[in-house]
């Protein structure tokens, strides 16, 4: 998955799907009113630990897709979870 930020100099971070630990759907108040949500993903990549999407049209739905993807890609790499300590 790629990772664009910045408005006039541009960002690109690549995080792998099966780093992705999980992830958080946010609702607050006025992003339900618009009909928005924000993604909250945690990943065991130090450089990417903490991603926040928003502002994608339909992204609650693509974070179903996203679920999909991420275990997919675990199961197909066999890479097991470590908890941190």
Known sequence: MQVERGLFSKVKDN???SRVDH???LK???MRLLGQCQ???HSSD???SSVYLYGIPGLEGMADTL???SLRER???RV???EQM
């Open 39 to 41: 993604v909250h993903l």
């Open 23 to 25: 992830f958080d759907v």
């Open 15 to 17: 995080l792998e799907l």
């Open 28 to 30: 607050p108040l006025g």
């Open 67 to 69: 679920r999909d993807c």
């Open 46 to 48: 130090q450089g990417m």
């Open 80 to 82: 097991l979870p470590v």
């Open 75 to 77: 199961a197909r790499r």
